[in-house]
């Protein structure tokens, strides 16, 4: 049940959908690009989202689009999960994404909308930030392109107004091995304890986590201590591990000593996984 | 515009409902047009009770907007006149208090449409879903089985 | 026998398939005004003030509700204001209700109420709640109106202590040569009924009060309502028609009181108050938590010779149902086991925390997960088989129970067979640990448990018969139908007694208490027990009344008569007789004349025997009869990372006579999963400040599909001899050993005892590697 009233507004263009905020904002009436929409109704109903203007981007054909188109794939942010599971382009986002809610939810939350969430474990960045996708971002000046590497930062970098277009990931990253372990607090639903993904590049190991710190990231010193030759297994989980972000979560779905613990152990699966010849399947 | 005038095609038929843009399609189903089937059990997205078909593939009614349901196929409970998979649930006692009844019934009947030779890792992913705080989840299984099995 | 024991189909199956089925909230009307309470965010607080100035200016706003004025309420101890008043003693607890035309109405108003708090000492935990110079959560306890075998403590903690001294007090470890001792704890939690509650009520010009409520126990309510506001019982109608689910949980009466004060505020419109998810887990009463400290002495050959048992339980905030689940924990407080000396102190411990309702096993699962952890420190000790040394101490017909009820051959099952049954399930002789590779190992756990009903002494059932004029029947019984089938069990009893066709049964799912017979709360798997002797005695009677016209029309003496399909006939001639429908609103002759009339049957069934308990020693009669349980629990085991998969359950239940087979085991297993969740998952996360940091199903996760075990169901069937067809209770048993054997099970993978719950990955680390906080 969500108390306060918004005008629903469904611009067709990326230029409609610009306007429309800036002008909302203008007016005061806070307005709030709507994707799968599950955050503001979810967080809406506790006082914990708020607009008087919700601007929904589903009409705008760009956040639709789906498809190899050259060297990229490209997709749209306003795409479903599930939508983007069943098409399977890129099978590391089905592995990711399809561990993310459950499969009901999962036809209603985006792509876009699970990057750009205020729910902080955005799991599904973690691919695109992996093989350094590019991001197209629409705002009142027009439409800019940046890698993921500088559009994410912890969350989405977005000036007010912007919003997520597409994702456009260079095809010879789609097949590239992949490793992905969805950690639980106890079993097999839920927010993650830690989620981790990694994939093997030509340079060496690549690693997002997201669950272990109020936000997902990858992070290079941590890569560079998993990858540096001279280290033995032990070496490596050790550097890595000292080079993990802060905060460590410590919440209702574990300590931060206990991320730690189960880190460790999901560390030594990355680098078994990378031994064995990336054979393991994806948990 | 705060509220809307909106035609939605509910279970073959046209309903006519005007709405806030705030409300949501399980508020709109239940408190205006009286289908209250579908259950709220959590208005969250976490229990499933509230699952109905849109355009065939199973939705958490309280996780959409009345508004965002308009052009759409919607399928509820109500919508469903001796689906083999309301019969199995009956014979394989998949349900107790029933609350959860018509939210698993319709993911379970989108399933067996969309998936008719669906194995135990494809049910699980889609059943798990929905809580069903009643049942071990044991007569459900059997009963969704049963279905797939006469489909394939 | 013809219907009893067969899977006979539930009678509202096909409306809770095809949504046609209505629950509480599914009542709606133009008329109806929408309640939304305001809540204290803090778990101790004193509240300077409330302005609800804002509030009342809302368009749309009937009326806006304060605790002030309002009489103190609660089952055992009238502790409990409504609404919070002066303080706040919970997290979660209601202090403000907004009554408006919508639901967006009122919640947007309920924002608009601005509340100051000044914060105070938060008591955490039973054990800190015990500890002297604890925080106060009642300061005025000594003045609070009682119950008589409720024992308060005033300028404690303390809402009630029960004590049971049963055996040798002087030479209590006389025969003892080996002793275990073990702490447990373990955080409330909550029921998730998937229906959360939800109260309508409306006040007439008459003053009629008409309630339709999601609730185990309208005919408490009704009697509440009177008592707590004076208001005279037969002005309260109390409707009920199917429950979403309950497990104890909607057999406390709050939101029913809390309708009738909202509708009264508003000039008695009607007005719905509905739960949202978090309101029903935080606000609504919860599961109740447990400190305990057990110690166990027995001699050489196993054989447990003393027990000596202390149990804080989590009374929360406001003592309740939970002054009722500290005297059944002690009543039961040994476990399934013939113990000589048992001493054990049950305290009820004001907390700042939700108030617990009955929860599924009404303190038996909680009891048990204690008793039954020490059983396995007790067998390590000894270096005994686990399964043996509950074997050598299961109670038996002869032995006494801790308040001293001698019992038999009938009113107890038969705990060596369940733990024979078992031990063949569950493959007992593979080993409890087996090895799959050199990281996974398969792991199983057991325990037993027992249940008696402690419940009123004086608690009645009544059934109705009606006859339609086809000669079908129609059965009223003031049972709830919560999901357990009882309803239909109870055709099932009627059928069998009749010796007619269950369909041509028909039974009245929603339950009023003006016209329906009370029954009097639907808990405690006393449903099919008193709900099936009152339908038994209904039958008798319209056994009777047929006979009676059918032997004036057949012209033969009543002894020659039979009844069986819907017809009165000859025993020693079936051809000559008469239908129901001829005689069921009385036998008209040919001429017209008329003879009998309408039957009705009625019966009404009390329970027997049952006595209050002595507050020095415990001794009484606490329940009818004690169904005792084994079970089993294997896992799937990590030892890298401690995780785990639940591979099998198994619960052998002696469960008298099994009545309808598949809707039995449908309970037991519901009940095992529900254990197993609450086991290895599922426990509220608090904070310093008693805050629930987990009050919704995203965080707080009950079992779902893919996560639960196999399940494996087995009866014992020793007939309770004054029962119906000889059945006990079983729709709680098969979660009451599920924590425990879990427990066990992981205690043994991690070879580190287990001391507390849920049974998560974390906990297991933590209690490995000695980091427990
Ligand atoms: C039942 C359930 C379980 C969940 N479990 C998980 C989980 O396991 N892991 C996980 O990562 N998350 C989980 N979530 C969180 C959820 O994934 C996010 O809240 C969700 O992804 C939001 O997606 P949406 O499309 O509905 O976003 P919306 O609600 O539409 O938007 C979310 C936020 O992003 C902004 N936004 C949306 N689209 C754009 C865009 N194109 N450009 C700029 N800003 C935009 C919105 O303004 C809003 O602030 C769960 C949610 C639910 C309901
Ligand atoms: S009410 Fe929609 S998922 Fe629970
Ligand atoms: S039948 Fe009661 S919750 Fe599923």
Redesign the interface.
């Known amino acids: 049940?969500?108390?306060?009233d918004f005008d629903y507004l469904t611009p067709t263009t990326m230029q409609e959908a610009a306007e429309l905020f800036q002008r909302l904002d203008q007016e005061g009436k806070s307005p709030y690009y709507y994707s799968g929409g599950t955050e503001l109704i979810t967080l809406g109903?506790?006082?914990m989202a708020y607009s008087e203007a919700v601007i929904d981007l589903k009409n705008i054909p760009e956040c639709h689009a789906h498809g190899l188109s050259g060297d990229f794939l490209v997709q749209g942010s306003a795409l479903s999960l599930t939508a983007a599971e069943v098409a399977n382009f890129f099978p590391f986002l089905t592995s990711v994404a399809s561990q993310v809610a459950d499969h009901t939810a999962r036809g209603k939350i985006t792509i876009g909308g699970n990057i750009c969430a205020a729910i902080f474990y955005r799991e599904a960045v973690l691919p695109y930030l992996l093989v350094d996708s590019t991001v197209i971002i629409a705002g009142n000046k027009g439409i800019t392109a940046k890698k993921m590497s500088d559009a994410f930062k912890e969350k989405i970098q977005l000036k007010k107004g912007e919003f997520l277009v597409q994702l456009l990931t260079e095809r010879k990253w789609l097949n590239a091995p992949f490793i992905h372990i969805k950690?639980r607090?106890?079993?097999?639903?839920?927010?993650p304890l830690i989620t981790i993904a990694a994939l093997q590049a030509e340079d060496g190991l690549r690693v997002g986590l997201s669950g272990l710190c109020p936000f997902p990231f990858r992070s290079a010193a941590v890569e560079a201590a998993l990858n540096k030759k001279e280290f033995n297994r032990e070496e490596k989980i050790r550097e890595a591990l000292k080079a993990m972000p802060s905060p460590i979560l410590d919440?209702?779905?574990?300590?931060k000593?206990?991320r730690l613990?189960?880190l460790r152990?999901l560390l030594e699966e990355i680098l078994n996984w990378q031994e064995g010849g990336f054979k393991l399947e994806n948990t | 515009m705060k509220t809307h005038n909106l035609v939605l095609r509910i279970n073959g038929e046209d309903r006519q409902v005007t709405v806030?843009s705030?409300d949501t399609l399980l508020y709109t189903l239940?408190?205006r047009l009286?289908?209250?089937?579908?259950?709220?059990?959590?208005?969250?997205?976490?229990?499933g009770?509230c699952t109905v078909n849109v355009d065939g593939w199973p939705m958490k009614s309280c996780l959409m907007l009345a508004v965002e349901a308009q052009g759409k196929e919607i399928t509820?409970?109500?919508g469903?006149h001796d689906a083999p998979i309301?019969k199995a649930?009956?014979?394989h006692?998949a349900?107790?208090?029933?609350?959860?009844?018509?939210g698993f019934?319709m993911n379970c009947h989108s399933l067996v449409n969309n998936h008719p030779g669906a194995d135990d890792k494809k049910?699980?992913e889609w059943?798990?879903s929905?809580?069903?705080?009643?049942?071990?989840?044991?007569?459900?299984?059997a009963a969704v089985k049963e279905v797939l099995g006469k489909k394939s | 026998m013809r219907t009893v024991g067969k899977?006979v189909?539930?009678k509202?199956?096909?409306?809770?398939?095809?949504?046609?089925?209505?629950?509480t909230?599914?009542f709606?009307f133009t008329e109806l005004l929408y309640a939304k309470m305001v809540t204290s965010p803090f778990g101790h607080a004193k509240i300077i003030s409330i302005d609800t100035s804002e509030a009342k200016k809302m368009p749309g706003v009937r009326g806006v509700l304060t605790g002030e004025g309002l009489p103190l309420i609660g089952e055992a101890i009238k502790d409990r204001p409504p609404l919070a008043f002066g303080k706040v003693r919970y997290h979660g607890e209601p202090v403000v209700i907004v009554v408006a035309d919508t639901?967006?109405?009122a919640?947007?108003a309920a924002?608009k109420v601005k509340i100051q708090y000044e914060q105070l000492p938060v008591v955490n935990s039973p054990a800190q709640a015990f500890q002297k110079g604890a925080p106060l959560v009642h300061e005025q306890l000594g003045k609070y109106k009682k119950d008589e075998d409720s024992y308060p403590v005033p300028g404690t903690n303390i809402a009630t202590h029960l004590k049971i001294r049963k055996g040798d007090l002087t030479n209590f470890w006389k025969d003892v040569e080996f002793t275990v001792e073990g702490r447990y704890s373990f955080n409330p939690s909550d029921h998730?009924?998937?229906?959360?509650r939800c109260s309508i009520a409306e006040i007439t010009r008459e003053g009629r009060i008409l309630i339709t409520t999601s609730s185990q126990a309208p005919f408490m309510a009704k009697r509440l309502i009177s008592q707590y506001f004076n208001e005279p019982e037969g002005n309260i109608e109390v409707h009920t028609p199917?429950?979403?689910?309950?497990?104890g949980g909607k057999a406390s009466v709050q939101l029913e009181v809390l309708a009738y004060l909202s509708s009264k505020a508003v000039g008695g419109r009607p007005v719905k108050l509905w739960n949202?998810?978090?309101e029903d887990m935080i606000t609504s009463p919860c599961h109740i938590g447990l400190d305990a400290k057990i110690k166990f002495g027995a001699d050489r050959n196993g054989k447990i010779r003393a027990a000596e048992i202390l149990f804080l339980w989590d009374g929360g905030a406001y003592s309740d149902k939970a002054i009722d689940l500290t005297r059944a924990g002690a009543t039961d407080c040994t476990g399934p086991y013939g113990i000589e000396n048992v001493w054990c102190d049950s305290f009820c411990m004001y907390t700042n925390h939700p108030y617990p309702a009955p929860f599924r096993g009404f303190s038996h699962s909680e009891l048990s997960f204690a008793i039954e952890r020490t059983m396995n420190l007790l067998a390590e000790k000894l270096k005994m088989d686990p399964l043996e040394l509950r074997r050598i101490n299961a109670i038996r017909p002869g032995d006494l129970t801790p308040t001293q009820v001698k019992l038999n051959k009938s009113n107890v099952g038969d705990l060596p067979a369940c733990i024979t049954k078992l031990k063949e399930l569950i493959k007992w002789e593979e080993g409890e640990v087996v090895p799959v590779n050199d990281r996974i190992v398969k792991v199983k756990g057991i325990s037993c448990s027992w249940k008696t009903s402690t419940i009123d002494t004086n608690a009645p059932s009544g059934a109705i018969l009606t006859f339609n004029r086809d000669g079908t029947i129609n059965l009223m019984s003031g049972v709830i139908e919560?999901?357990?089938?009882t309803k239909t069990v109870l055709a099932q009893i009627l059928a069998e007694r009749l010796k007619m066709d269950v369909n041509h049964i028909y039974v009245r799912m929603e339950v009023d208490t003006q016209t329906t017979p009370e029954h009097w709360k639907t808990v405690a798997s006393r449903g099919t027990f008193m709900g099936g002797k009152a339908v038994l005695e209904a039958a008798d009677d319209v056994i009777r009344q047929l006979k009676d016209i059918a032997a004036c029309v057949l012209r033969a003496p009543i002894e020659d008569l039979e009844v069986a399909d819907s017809r009165v006939f000859l025993r020693d001639d079936p051809e000559q007789g008469v239908h129901f429908k001829e005689i069921c609103y009385g036998y008209t002759y040919p001429n017209g004349n008329a003879i009998g009339g309408q039957i009705i049957g009625r019966g009404n069934y009390i329970l027997r025997g049952l006595t209050h308990l002595d507050p020095e020693n415990g001794k009484g009669k606490p329940g009818p009869e004690w169904t005792v349980t084994a079970h089993g629990v294997e896992v799937e085991f990590d030892r890298?990372?401690l995780?785990y998969?639940?591979l099998r359950a198994v619960s052998v239940i002696d469960i008298g006579k099994v009545l309808n087979e598949?809707?039995a085991k449908?309970?037991v297993?519901?009940a095992?999963?529900?254990g197993l969740a609450f086991a290895?998952?599922e426990t509220f996360?608090m904070d310093e400040l008693g805050r629930i940091?987990?009050p919704?199903?995203?965080?707080y996760?009950?079992?779902?599909?893919?996560?639960?075990p196999?399940?494996m169901v087995d009866f014992i069937e020793t007939p309770q001899l004054d029962a119906p067809y000889g059945a006990r209770g079983v729709g709680e048993h098969g979660l009451l050993g599920m924590p425990a054997a879990l427990a066990n099970a992981l205690s043994k993978a991690i070879g580190v005892p287990i001391y507390h719950l849920?049974l998560?990955?974390?906990l297991l680390?933590?209690t490995r590697e000695g980091?427990l906080r």
Not at chain 1, 185 to 191: A, M, P, S
């Open positions: 049940m969500i108390s306060f109903r506790l006082n950690r607090q106890q079993w097999q639903t839920g927010y919440d209702v779905e574990g300590s000593e206990y613990f189960a152990n | 806030r705030a239940r408190g009286g289908l209250t089937g579908s259950k709220p059990g959590c208005l969250n997205g976490d229990c009770a509820t409970v109500e469903l309301q649930f009956v014979e006692f349900f107790q208090c029933g609350y959860c009844t018509p019934i049910i699980k059943l798990e929905n809580i069903c705080r009643c049942t071990g989840y044991a007569e459900i299984e | 899977s189909i539930r509202e199956a096909w409306d809770k398939v095809s949504g046609t089925a209505r629950y909230h599914d709606q639901p967006a109405l919640k947007k924002d998730v009924a998937m229906e959360t199917l429950v979403g689910g309950a497990y949202s998810r978090e919560i999901g357990t089938g890298k990372d995780t998969k639940l598949k809707a449908g309970q297993m519901g095992m999963s529900m290895g998952r996360v940091l987990n919704q199903l995203r965080t996760r009950p079992l779902r599909y893919g996560e639960q196999e399940y849920p998560t990955p974390e680390w933590r980091l």
